[in-house]
């Protein structure tokens, strides 16, 4: 089955930087990679998904870049606020097998 | 329009007693999932249905867990009976199934511990 590794499990950031978490993923014949962002005792929520046949998606703040040939993808968020705090989550899915990735506990300091 | 729908919020037992938790997807997702989250960890799949049918459910301790989707709308996940090492977070997520975008709708989730 698939098997999604992210990194780094921590991130700490000052507000304004931008902050980068990365996943790999074991399956070529994944096609969907979605990122959830999780607040604390909340439920996980899609933030941003990308599928194989695109390299690179934008959606204002955040971007989720591809490489198919490496099998990794990853979450760019630019200018960081203090409410980007939170975990997020990558997974990916072959179909509706959807495994996910340890988390990344960003931490934006005002 | 209602999200996934879970109950219990939160349930504390003590070992080898039974627990079951609840869930009642978005209306009309014919995809349901049950996933265990660990503090710190991602979500694991631990069952997946498709309408009324369990199509994945190699991950499930069937010594002490059980799952079933009567009319492919409702799930119970049970329990029986707790370890210890059960505590955690069962979160339910459903999704439209064929034809959809692949996003998955998650509820509240139920935190159980086990004394």
């Known amino acids: 089955g698939e098997n999604v590794e992210q990194h780094p499990s921590t991130l700490s950031v000052q507000e304004g930087d931008s902050a980068v978490i990365k996943c790999t993923y074991s399956?070529?014949?994944?096609?969907?990679f979605p990122w959830y962002k999780q607040e604390l005792g909340k439920r996980p929520q899609l933030i941003i998904d990308?599928?194989?046949?695109?390299g690179e998606k934008k959606d204002q703040r955040i971007a989720v870049t591809l490489n198919k040939t490496a099998k990794h993808f990853s979450l760019h968020i630019t200018e960081t606020q203090p409410e980007d705090s939170a975990v997020y989550f990558c997974?990916?899915?072959?179909?509706?097998?959807?495994?996910f990735g340890a988390g990344t506990r960003l931490t934006v300091k005002p | 329009e209602a999200g996934v729908v879970q109950s219990p919020r939160y349930k504390i037992i003590e070992k080898k007693q039974p627990v079951a938790f609840w869930c009642n997807p978005i209306?009309?997702?014919?995809?349901l999932y049950w996933y265990l989250q660990n503090l710190g960890q991602g979500p694991e799949l631990l069952i997946r249905?498709?309408?009324?049918?369990?199509?994945?459910d190699s991950q499930l301790p069937k010594d002490r867990f059980s799952a079933e989707r009567l009319k492919g709308v409702d799930s119970t996940l049970k329990i029986q009976p707790a370890e210890l090492g059960d505590s955690a977070v069962y979160l339910c997520?459903?999704?439209?199934?064929?034809?959809?975008?692949?996003?998955?709708?998650f509820g509240e989730g139920s935190r159980l511990t086990v004394l």
């Open positions: 990308i599928r194989s046949n695109v």
């Open positions: 249905y498709e309408n009324e049918e369990a199509v994945d």
């Open positions: 997974a990916a899915s072959e179909g509706y097998d959807m495994r």
């Open positions: 399956d070529s014949a994944s096609n969907y």
């Open positions: 997520a459903s999704s439209l199934g064929q034809g959809s975008t692949g996003e998955l709708f």
């Open positions: 209306s009309g997702h014919n995809t």
